[in-house]
């Protein structure tokens, strides 16, 4: 009767990685995940729906021959995503809610959210990129665009794009304070994505700055952001509820891919209950402020409360 925060079956988006191959691949370090192929994908969202989850973040895995320097496949309306998005939105509706993500590397020879050029990631050049993929994916479904590479303007580049082309409806989920960690590891291995130069500390945060998070809430809530986000999750608190503190706005958390696959390691090795300590570490990115949680244990959490 006195407990305070609570859980919910709609309090979380799961994450999905959909690769373009005839068969579903195991992710070696994020357990109980894997590269979904576009076939399984339909059954895999029939299942999710049949546990409650209602809401997935979709994540492409793309051929190595469609990269390229200037990320071309990026902004092809029938590209991996865009693909998916349209068949997923035939066979099930409005009855799940598809997430986008909005950032280059996937599609980058370098890796790197941005466009490079002469070796650094260049901002501007990137923005008009952006906007188009965030209108082709848009236009196939993508219910929330969310631009994950942290380039300053992205967020008001977007909307005026959406805008511009009639997708009034379709809501930006920022990443709003994207924490240049070391937590991304097994994410970066599912999509083989990682740098091949340098590192991405020109443009993601430096986690060592809290009240830098707060320029960058202004600036995404100003440019028309709907929901803002913090990622990753569990070592962030303090940044969460400061944004839970200072905007009206929906506050999303990301419990990324090296806190999930921290908690089977040593689940693994006998020092934790996995199922207590998901449960706990969801439990405290919610009472930080967080009313969204993107998190690769949503199964299991509505497992777990069920």
């Keep these: 009767m006195v407990q305070e925060f ?6 979380f988006v799961l994450p999905i990685f959909v690769h373009d191959q005839l068969e579903s691949t195991p992710i ?29 973040a979709l994540f492409p895995v793309i051929d190595s021959d469609k990269k390229s320097p200037e990320c071309d496949e990026a902004v092809n309306p029938d590209n991996l995503v865009c693909q998916v998005t349209r068949r997923i939105k035939k066979a099930f509706g409005d009855d799940i809610i598809v997430c986008g993500d909005i950032a280059l590397d996937p599609y980058s020879s370098y890796g790197h959210d941005g466009i490079v050029k002469n070796g650094a990631i260049v901002n501007d050049d990137t923005l008009d990129i952006l906007a188009k993929m965030a209108c ?34 379709t809501l930006i989920m920022a990443y709003t304070a994207k924490y240049a960690s070391h937590l991304y590891g097994p994410f970066r291995d599912a999509l083989a994505s990682l740098p091949q130069f340098g590192d991405k500390k020109t ?89 969204i949680i993107v998190t690769y244990g949503a199964l299991d959490i509505v497992d777990i409360l069920q």
């Design 28 to 56: 070696a370090h994020l357990p109980g995940h894997q590269r979904v192929d576009a076939i399984s994908l339909m059954a895999h969202c029939e299942h999710i729906l049949t546990k409650g989850i209602r809401a997935i």
């Design 136 to 169: 082709n994916q848009a236009a196939a479904g993508v219910d929330i665009v969310a631009p994950s590479d942290m380039m300053d303007g992205r967020v008001l580049a977007i909307r005026d794009a959406l805008d511009n082309d009639g997708y009034h409806d």
């Design 6 to 11: 609570r859980l919910h079956k709609n309090d």
């Design 203 to 291: 443009y993601q945060m430096n986690y060592s700055n809290r009240y830098e998070a707060a320029i960058e809430l202004d600036l995404d809530v100003a440019e028309g952001a709907d929901i803002i986000m913090v990622k990753p999750a569990t070592l962030y608190l303090d940044i969460i509820s400061d944004f839970r503190a200072s905007t009206p706005l929906p506050v999303a958390a990301y419990h990324v891919s090296g806190e999930y696959a921290m908690l089977h390691s040593a689940a693994r090795d006998g020092y934790i209950d996995f199922s207590e300590a998901l449960y706990e570490s969801l439990t405290a990115i919610k009472r930080a402020g967080a009313s």
